[in-house]
């Protein structure tokens, strides 16, 4: 298959548009990281999603909507506080997980009776959406356990020949996955952060909002079980005694022959004086704006020594994403 790789406007979505209907899927971009879409009531085509990126069907897409008014087609029922996340919140970076109706084919929600339902806030995926008038299920357009898509170039490199469109809307601003919530009785669950915070969330709801799923003893998000976000090398984030410990970590491993790259806080990178050393940022914004297409930009290293940033409101997100990709290894 040829893989095209268009700019935004109006033939592109009108194109969009005839694949999507035709039962074939689409890349996109989102504000959060590109998206590889589908008609989500067409199972045929939903199927197409995890064959491209070999991704397992337990783990379930994300509904993508262009207007409020539309949610209510394809879920059960909608309560107070999850009218209130979607009247505060929607569009933007947050994923609402509700009851699905029979619209919904169970591909789409991995057997489930919950779908994620979002709303991007990103022009050219409502623009996307709102020309196929159609419900788009997606996930990150990625390979499975790969870093997600910050850059078209991202979703090319991994899905070259396997699927038709890529629609070129430049680098997306977040760089990190939507926050997913879902209403417990009358407690709000972070099953995964993200841009959205506990903090952002508690002060506009004025509810609590548990974010440690396991203890509490509600079923983890699906699909987190799995290895995530993984650069082709080693990588290890370091979180304690942070500038000794790299440099130490640094000099051990280049000794042994082995390529290092360090990436730091903006602040950090003069401390790192004639060392391989890139910046990811100021603050943990930035660094998630930064951190998948560095990892896919460095990764030809044999080691990256990361520095974990501690300060902006994106922190959880960031050390969620920072702690899977370098698969745990963390001192
Ligand atoms: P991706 O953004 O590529 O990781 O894919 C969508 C992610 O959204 C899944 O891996 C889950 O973490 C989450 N998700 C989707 N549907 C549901 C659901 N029904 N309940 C809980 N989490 C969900
Ligand atoms: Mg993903």
Known sequence: MNTKLLKPNKQTYELAKNLINAGEIVAFPTETVYGLGADATNEIAV?????????????????????????????LNINHLEQKIIDLFMPGPISLVLQKNDKIPYVVTAGGETVAIRLPENDI??????????????????????PSPTLA???????????????????????????VVKVEGNCLYILRPG?????ELE??????????????????????????????????????????????????????GKKVIIFCKKEDKCKFKNMNVVSLGKNSEEASHNLFKMLREYENNDLILAEFIDNGNMVEGLYNRMSKSCSGNII
């Open 203 to 256: 002060n506009k709801l004025g509810v609590k909002v548990l974010s440690n799923i396991t203890q509490s003893g509600i079923v983890q998000s699906p699909g987190t079980k799995y290895t995530h976000y993984k650069p082709k090398c080693d990588m290890i984030l370091v979180k304690t005694d942070v500038i000794e410990n790299i440099k130490k970590l640094y000099e051990e491993n280049t000794k042994l």
């Open 47 to 75: 199927k197409k999603i995890f064959e491209a990126k070999g991704r397992p069907n337990d783990n379930p897409l994300i509904v993508h909507l262009g207007a409020k008014e539309d949610i209510k087609k394809y879920v």
């Open 125 to 146: 995926a409502r623009d996307f959406i709102n020309t196929c008038k159609k419900p788009i299920c997606a996930p990150s357009a990625n390979t499975s356990k790969r």
């Open 153 to 179: 170039k991202h979703v090319f490199d991994d899905l070259n020949g396997k699927i038709p469109l890529i629609i070129d809307g430049g680098q997306t601003e977040v760089g990190i996955e939507s926050t």
């Open 195 to 199: 841009k959205i915070s506990k903090e």
